[in-house]
């Protein structure tokens, strides 16, 4: 089972979303998502992946990532009902892993149909079976530092909310609408909750 790479990288594929990475004279085509791909390095160049490794049947295929927080997301959500390695990545290509623990954490039904081919049914149900397996839902305040990019209390919790909300991808607009007559002060984890309901509903 191959559970990382250290090779040359010697093609980026955009169109087939994988990159190819020559070890030791051997290459090996490995499927990432955009971000990934960019991020990884430059044609060439020496990179260092994290992969899963697929097997089944006759068929064989390596995922990559550049951390190994995104494999053990990318796994979670292969372990969810119906989630395939085409899905799991399409969710990573949307949400890093810290916007999706964001979005498991408080229930962001909305944040998850912002995936391709992931409809209201479909999010609903993976954020149920997400919660269960990520095991992270009573560390709300790690989760949106993680996303807002600092400790919450550091800057206003007005302010952190925002930065947890823009990174899950929701407009200025659509923030300021949301955060508009909610208190400045508090909990930021409860202050995101409340946004994220009141948008939900707009």
């Known amino acids: 089972m191959i559970g990382s790479l250290r090779g040359r990288l010697l093609h980026r594929d955009g169109q087939a979303g994988e990159v190819l990475i020559e070890v030791a004279g051997v290459g090996y085509r490995v499927s990432m998502t955009p971000t990934a791909m960019v991020a990884v390095g430059d ?75 992931v409809g209201k049914k479909t999010a609903a149900r993976l954020l ?31 302010g952190d909310a925002t930065q947890a909300l823009a990174g899950l991808g929701y407009t200025n607009d659509e923030i300021r609408a949301a955060l508009s007559d909610l208190p400045d002060d508090g909990d930021v984890s409860a202050l995101v909750r409340d946004a994220l309901q009141r948008m939900a509903t707009l």
């Not at 390596?62 to 009902?81: D, K």
């Not at 997400?130 to 919790?157: H, I, Q, T, Y």
């Open 43 to 117: 044609e060439g160049s020496q990179v260092f992946v994290y992969v899963h490794h697929a097997i089944r049947e006759a068929d064989q295929h390596l995922y990559g990532f550049t951390t190994l927080e995104e494999r053990t997301c990318f796994e979670s959500l292969l372990g969810a009902h119906g989630v395939g390695p085409a899905l799991a990545l399409a969710v990573l290509g949307v949400h890093t892993p810290a916007q999706l623990r964001l979005a498991v954490a408080t229930d962001d039904v909305d944040s998850l149909c912002m995936v391709p081919g």
């Open 128 to 158: 149920i079976e997400l919660k269960n397996r990520m095991d992270f839902s009573d560390d709300l305040e790690g989760v949106v530092a993680a996303v807002s990019g600092g400790p919450a209390g550091v800057r206003s919790v007005k």
